[in-house]
C-alpha cells in the first residue's frame, strides 16, 4: 500500500513528463497563487515546508506590490531660452517623495530583491525533504501532494517575478541616480519659482538644464521649439498649477537617505 502511494504521490509532485503530441505553443503565463487555508498535515517536515512557501509568495507579492507605490514623473520647461528637465516621484497617494525617502526606497528595494531571491534558493532545498515525507501521510497525501508540488512552481515562478521587478527599480535608480548628476545646486538661482515651489524643489526634485548632447530630450526640445511663447507660456503655467498641487508626504526619518552617496548608491545597484 505505502509503495502504491508513493507512485502516486511521485506523479502528483512531479507531473508527466512524456507528452507524444507537440507542446502547445506557449501562452501568457498566469499569476501564481496559492490558497492553502493554514492546515496542518500533522508531518513536521512537510508542515514546515508549507509555512515556508506562504512566507515566501507573501514576500513575493509584496515585493510585486512596491512597483505600485511609487512613480517617476516631470516635465520638461523653457525658461529664457533654455530648457530643464523637472524629475520627482510620486506615491500611490500622488504624493510627492522626498528625495531623501526616494534614496532609500531605490536601495532597499534592490536590496530587499536580492535578499528574497536568496531565500527562495535555500528554500528550494526543503522542497525534496518535503516530497519523501509525503507518503508518511497515508491518504491525506493526496490533499497535501498539491500544495507541495505548487511550493516547486512558487519558488521557480517566483524568482523570475522578482528578478523582473528588481530589474526594474534597478533601472528606476539608474534614472534618479542619472537626475541627480548635473542637477542645479540651486533652482533659486535660475529666478522663475516662487517660494511654495522652491520648497517643493529642494526637497522632493531634481532640475537640471538639458544640453544638446542630451538625446534622450531631443523629441521634447524640438515639440518646445516649434511653440509659440503664448503656448510656451500656457505650458508653463499648466505645469506649476499642477505643481502647486501636489503634497509632500510625510518622511520617516528612519527612511531616508538624503546623504547617501553615488558609490554607495552604484554597490547596492550592482549587487
Known amino acids: 500500500m505505502k509503495k502504491i502511494l508513493w507512485l502516486a504521490v511521485a506523479m502528483l509532485t512531479l507531473g508527466t513528463t512524456l507528452n507524444a503530441t507537440p507542446a502547445p505553443k506557449e501562452k501568457k503565463k498566469k499569476e501564481i497563487k496559492w490558497d492553502w487555508d493554514g492546515t496542518r498535515s500533522g508531518n513536521a517536515t512537510i508542515d514546515n515546508y508549507l509555512v515556508t512557501i506562504d512566507k515566501t509568495y507573501k514576500e513575493i507579492q509584496q515585493y510585486k506590490e512596491t512597483m505600485d507605490n511609487y512613480r517617476m514623473a516631470g516635465d520638461t520647461i523653457s525658461i529664457n531660452g533654455k530648457y530643464y528637465a523637472v524629475a520627482y516621484m510620486l506615491n500611490a497617494q500622488n504624493e510627492m517623495v522626498t528625495r531623501g525617502q526616494v534614496n532609500w526606497q531605490c536601495a532597499n528595494a534592490v536590496a530587499d530583491g536580492l535578499n528574497i531571491v536568496l531565500d527562495i534558493t535555500n528554500a528550494q532545498l526543503l522542497t525534496a525533504d518535503a516530497v519523501l515525507e509525503l507518503p508518511e501521510l497515508g491518504l491525506k497525501a493526496f490533499s ?23 530589474g526594474q527599480w534597478v533601472a ?15 533652482p533659486a538661482s535660475l529666478n522663475y519659482f516662487d517660494e511654495a ?11 537640471k538644464e538639458i544640453l544638446p548632447e542630451d538625446e534622450a530630450y531631443t523629441a521634447i526640445v524640438e515639440q518646445k521649439q516649434a511653440k509659440s511663447e503664448d503656448e510656451l507660456k500656457a505650458e508653463a503655467e499648466a505645469f506649476a498649477q499642477q505643481f502647486a498641487q501636489y503634497n509632500v508626504a510625510p518622511e520617516d526619518a ?5 546623504d547617501i552617496s553615488d558609490d554607495e548608491l552604484e554597490k547596492e545597484l550592482a549587487a
Open 254 to 258: 528612519s527612511k531616508s537617505l538624503d
Open 197 to 207: 515651489a522652491l520648497k517643493k524643489l529642494n526637497k522632493c526634485c531634481y532640475i
Open 172 to 186: 528606476n535608480s539608474k534614472k534618479w541616480k542619472a537626475l541627480k548628476n548635473g542637477a542645479i545646486e540651486d
Open 144 to 166: 497535501f501532494g498539491k500544495y507541495v508540488k505548487g511550493g516547486a512552481v512558487i519558488f521557480t515562478q517566483g524568482i523570475k517575478e522578482i528578478k523582473a521587478v528588481r
